[in-house]
């Protein structure tokens, strides 16, 4: 099966900061990536699809890119409303397992 | 707009069959080219797939899971349903329930809590 590993587990930011999640997969997976945000007792959010296209509504400031296995989020200019947990989730396989999560901070 | 909503017991006694029933509105469990997922996440953890039902009625499921679980769907009822048996306290958690275009967990539920305990 495959596995995403994400990291960090917790990034301590502030506002106005550029910030990047990483996301590996243990092995091919293509473009077959999700990114998705949740806020504290919400249900998790999808904010970008095949590795780097965004869902409508979703802020310009979040993008996605894909190097072979490894994928990045990437928020250009962190917000207050963007202190959340974030979460990968492959869709390669039958099987579609997420990352463990990275929760971004206040620093 | 689609909508879910998670409805079952939220205390489930040690050893017994946990089940939930996920209603779907304002889109067709058997339109083509989806697929309605469970999801669970643990109390102050991340996030667990379970699995999935398809269009079709196939169904695939974690391979950590595979032996306690089953997802059934109701298309009279625009419900699609999840059974996992044998539960243990481990087994607490928030579950949602997901529509799945395969191209990311689009639509979500609010969620439900299951506490597993006598």
């Known amino acids: 099966d495959i596995q995403m590993t994400q990291s960090p587990s917790t990034l301590s930011a502030s506002v106005g900061d550029r910030v990047t999640i990483t996301c590996r997969a243990s092995?091919?997976?293509?473009?077959?990536l999700a990114w998705y945000q949740q806020k504290p007792g919400k249900a998790p959010k999808l904010l970008i699809n095949?590795?780097?296209t965004l869902q409508s509504g979703v802020p310009s400031r979040f993008s996605g890119s894909r190097s072979g296995t490894e994928f990045s989020l990437t928020i250009s200019s962190l917000q207050p409303d963007d202190f959340a947990t974030y979460y990968c989730?492959?869709?390669?396989?039958?099987?579609?397992?997420f990352g463990g999560g990275t929760k971004v901070e206040i620093k | 707009q689609v909508q879910l909503q998670e409805s079952g017991p939220g205390l489930v006694k040690p050893s017994q069959t946990l089940s939930l029933t996920c209603t779907v509105s304002?889109?067709?469990?058997?339109?083509?080219?989806?697929?309605w997922s469970w999801v669970r996440q643990f109390p102050g953890k991340g996030l667990e797939w379970i699995g999935y039902?398809?269009?079709?009625?196939?169904?695939y499921y974690n391979p950590s899971l595979r032996s306690r679980v089953n997802i059934s769907a109701d298309t009279s009822k625009n419900q699609f349903s999840l059974r996992l048996t044998s539960v243990t306290a481990a087994d607490t958690a928030v579950f949602y329930c997901?529509?799945?275009?395969?191209?990311?967990?689009?639509?979500w539920g609010l969620g439900t809590t299951v506490t597993v305990s006598s």
């Open positions: 304002g889109g067709s469990i058997s339109s083509a080219g989806y697929y």
């Open positions: 092995q091919s997976i293509g473009s077959w």
């Open positions: 039902i398809s269009y079709t009625g196939s169904t």
């Open positions: 997901a529509r799945d275009r395969n191209e990311g967990l689009d639509v």
């Open positions: 095949k590795a780097s």
């Open positions: 989730q492959q869709y390669n396989s039958y099987s579609r397992a």
